[in-house]
């Protein structure tokens, strides 16, 4: 069995119709609601320049990214009605740039209202932002006297061309927990005070809480990406991501004899060893050493020693002799290990697994 790659290294197969079929179940679930993409980190490490305008193929028009320069390099890619947002706000300095190129800020503070206002009030036509309002989080966005102030100082302010007024949930991933109705009722409240506004309040994990908190635009991320944010809202979120990386060289540990950095992974047992060209400069977790694993077929193979920089070591003494062979790719990410279950091992969430995704795989994408 032989599998060649330009690189030798990893490869990471990212499945573009699975990412479109979970944007029509979301659309789904929180329909009359629109579900905007949130593409920032290059779509989650997954490549915005594919997954963006696969996206608006299958009709999502509203984006949302970190940073100016995300949206000013994706907004050639996206039909001329789509619309970006960048998340991070009005950087000083940027003002004319986002207006000119219509980008959508979405203010964050007073101080990026005013700017905003000042840059709107030069130009003919109203260039569209959006406003975000804390409402419990305290990460960005006004707080419930500087929206008071925004609302009064607007109101005087024609063409400030504030189209959405949004707020993040901060435990949105848990249904149970008490602060999702808190901040639903302080998002309602505040957002009274911008009666002209869409509203949006949800992302992944907002969606598949009830309707009352889809509002007029959910902004998914990690769900189009196929990490369920939660199992039982009976919502199928298909796999998008299948992860492998090579065996690089194979061979047998002696009893007693040690393994890797810091000869963590020694054994009282012969074993057979496959050292595989991925490790932590890949976005492969260190965490994973002597607890994480990688699969051939159905069989689990367990991570032993620590995981190198670029190299990690599996036990596969209960692999047959003639399937071992140096090229043979074992599968890190894909359907005998999910995304979740690597989050899980490494003590981090699938978020992190996926933005950290190295730049030195072949990364394919499909359909
Ligand atoms: C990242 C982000 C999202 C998307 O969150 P997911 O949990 O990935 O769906 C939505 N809204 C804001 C403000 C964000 O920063």
New binding site residues.
């Given amino acids: 069995m032989q599998h060649q790659d330009a690189g030798g290294g990893a490869r990471l197969t990212i499945d573009l119709e699975a990412i479109r079929a979970n944007y029509r179940a979301l659309a789904a679930v929180v329909a009359p609601a629109p579900v905007g993409a949130?593409i920032?980190a290059d779509a989650?490490g997954l490549g915005a320049a594919r997954v963006a305008p696969s996206l608006a193929e299958a009709g999502c028009r509203t984006f949302?990214v970190?940073m100016l320069d995300e949206a000013l390099a994706l907004q050639p890619l996206l039909p001329a009605d789509a619309r970006l947002y960048v998340?991070n706000g009005l950087a000083p300095g940027t003002e004319a740039e986002c207006a000119a190129a219509g980008i959508a800020p979405?203010l964050n503070s007073l101080a990026q209202v005013r700017r905003w206002q000042d840059v709107v009030a030069q130009r003919r036509e109203p260039v569209a932002a959006a406003l975000?309002i804390d409402t419990g989080m305290s990460r960005?966005g006004l707080s419930a006297g500087e929206a008071d102030v925004a609302a009064r100082e607007m109101a005087g302010a024609a063409g400030m061309g504030i189209d959405l007024v949004?707020s993040?949930l901060a435990c949105?991933?848990d249904p149970a927990d008490p602060s999702n109705q808190r901040q639903l009722e302080a998002f309602r409240r505040l957002s009274a005070l911008f009666p002209n506004a869409r509203l949006s309040l949800a992302?992944?994990?907002g969606?598949l809480l009830d309707a009352r908190f889809h509002f007029a635009l959910v902004?998914?991320?990690?769900?189009l990406y196929g990490a369920p944010?939660i199992s039982a809202a009976g919502v199928t979120i298909a796999l998008t991501v299948q992860l492998s990386a090579p065996i690089i060289q194979v061979r047998t540990i002696a009893a007693g004899d040690g393994l890797g950095y810091g000869l963590t992974g020694g054994a009282d047992h012969e074993r057979q060893v496959a050292i595989l060209g991925i490790g932590y400069a890949d976005g492969w977790p260190r965490q994973l050493g002597n607890t994480g694993a990688a699969y051939h077929r159905r069989v689990r193979l367990p991570i032993v020693g620590r995981v190198s920089m670029d190299s990690l070591a599996v036990d596969v003494t209960m692999l047959a002799e003639e399937v071992l062979c140096e090229g043979l790719h074992l599968e890190l990410i894909g359907p005998n290990q999910s995304l979740d279950q690597v989050a899980r091992d490494a003590g981090t969430i699938p978020?992190e697994i996926l933005t950290r995704l190295g730049r030195r795989f072949s990364r394919t994408w499909v359909n």
Avoid: E
């Fill in positions: 949130v920032k989650y949302f970190a998340l979405v975000q960005l949004m993040h949105a991933d992302n992944s994990g969606a902004r998914a991320g990690i769900a944010p978020y």
